[in-house]
Nanobody, 121 residues
Framework: VQLQASGGELVQAGGSLRLSCAASGRPLSIYTMGWLRQAPGKEREFVAAINWSGGNTYYADFVKGRFTISRDNAKNTVYLQMDSLKPEDTAVYYC???????????????WGQGTLVTVSS
């Protein structure tokens, strides 16, 4: 599966962004999906995950209540709605695919090009 994240841009603190992740090569419905991020000088970290149907979601503590992950299997796309953004959310955001089950760690077996989110104070 090939993954391409998009939607990142410069936004002011307190603002919102919606990231998208388009999948190609294989149907998205066979994977649990996640969003990861990597800030400058830091290791990649888990942000959110969603199961095959979209009925179960999981979040890192630092985004709970602010970010929402969703998916549209018919469109082969996963989304990350980010609200109340903070400067510390500045990072390159990646989407990942996991064929075996929910993964709440950053070591997804499949992930693609990321999209840069910059939050100004």
């Amino acid at each position: 599966v090939q993954l391409q994240a998009s939607g990142g841009e410069l936004v002011q603190a307190g603002g919102s962004l919606r990231l998208s992740c388009a999948a190609s090569g294989r149907p998205l419905s066979i994977y649990t999906m996640g969003w990861l991020r990597q800030a400058p000088g830091k290791e990649r970290e888990f942000v959110a995950a969603i199961n095959w149907s979209g009925g179960n979601t999981y979040y890192a503590d630092f985004v709970k209540g602010r970010f929402t992950i969703s998916r549209d299997n018919a469109k082969n796309t996963v989304y990350l709605q980010m609200d109340s953004l903070k400067p510390e959310d500045t990072a390159v955001y990646y989407c990942g695919a996991e064929p075996t089950g929910i993964r709440t760690s950053p070591d997804y077996p499949y992930w693609g090009q990321g999209t840069l989110v910059t939050v100004s104070s």
